[in-house]
């Protein structure tokens, strides 16, 4: 089975209920690590976290996921990203799947620059990107509820995730975990 390494960071627990979401979407068809990246991941500014890089090194799709912060993916995301350098220039990452999944306080809060750059960061690993082939609006479970086909796009109404956010993420799941095990791609390591 090929594995779908889940790579996260949440403080109040929105973004960690999306992964947990696409993880179950995937069961079955993928193992999952869950990984959320922590403060404690970060020292003097960087992030030290190699099991964490390890784990990716063995998967064959990836799902990034961060609520957005002023416009972009959270510090703590980015500190992850910018410690991925060294695979970057051996392009060990190249040809696993990735997708992305992202939440804001408010519905036009900006999650699509966290998504473009979730997908850029996966071009520059040569990474496969993996959008939601759910057109906005037309879903019957009213998936997909903001129409970003770039990635998952959510915000909370009344204080909680929609179920059909919820579903969305599982969906995303599925989707990735199906990819991965049709590509007869091989992790580099
Ligand atoms: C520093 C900071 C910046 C934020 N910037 C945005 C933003 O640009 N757009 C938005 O819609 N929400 C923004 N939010 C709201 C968070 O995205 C939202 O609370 C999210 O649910 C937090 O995710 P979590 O529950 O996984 O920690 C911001 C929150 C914080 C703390």
């Known amino acids: ?13 929105t973004t960690e209920t999306l992964a947990h979401a696409v993880a179950r979407g995937a069961a079955g068809m993928a193992e999952i690590a869950l990984c959320r ?44 990203a910018d410690a991925s350098s060294e695979r970057w220039s051996e392009q060990r990452w190249a040809n696993k799947i990735a997708g992305g999944f992202t939440t804001g306080a408010c519905a036009a809060g900006d999650q699509l620059h966290t998504l473009t750059y979730f997908s850029i960061l996966a071009a520059q690993h040569g990474m496969l990107w993996c959008g939601l082939d759910i057109p906005g609006g037309e879903d019957p479970a009213g998936r997909n509820r903001l129409g970003s086909q770039l990635g998952l796009a959510t915000h909370p109404v009344g204080g909680a995730l929609p179920q059909s956010d919820v579903s969305t993420a599982e969906y995303l799941g599925g989707r990735l975990a199906g990819l991965a095990a049709r590509s007869n791609l091989t992790p580099s390591s």
């Open 1 to 13: 089975m090929p594995l779908l390494a889940i790579i996260y960071f949440s403080i109040s627990g």
């Open 37 to 80: 990246i922590t403060g404690d991941d970060i020292v003097s500014g960087r992030f030290r976290n190699d099991g964490l890089l390890e784990t990716i090194d063995r998967a064959s799709a990836v799902a990034f996921g961060s609520p957005t912060y002023m416009g972009g993916p959270a510090a703590q995301f980015k500190a992850f």
